[in-house]
């Protein structure tokens, strides 16, 4: 993942009120997401677990697949992430 991609999936993860499924170059593991979760108050830490999984319906209906939660939405973010470079480049 560039730098470029990498700085627009965290964008939207944040845009979307969610913590980031992964670090630069390689997913972070459950312990770092549950700690970022701990560090939230727990109605922050509710609202970016409700965030998530209402993404991963949102992203399962238009592409029904056997991917796990988190690839869903890894997967969603990275293709949002890609479509802005792209649309970038069109324009250009």
Known sequence: MT???YSLYMLYAFE???IPL???DARRSPEEVHAD???MSPEDARKAKRKFRKMWRK???TRPSQ???K???DD???SRAMMTLLGQQLKD
Request: proline share 0%; glycine share 4%; hydrophobic share 50%.
């Open 76 to 78: 969603f973010l990275k």
């Open 71 to 73: 690839d869903a939405v």
């Open 59 to 61: 992203h399962m209906k």
């Open 16 to 18: 979307e009120g969610i």
């Open 67 to 69: 991917q796990s939660r």
């Open 37 to 39: 979760l701990a560090a």
């Open 22 to 24: 992964r670090n630069f």
């Open 3 to 5: 730098e470029l991609i």
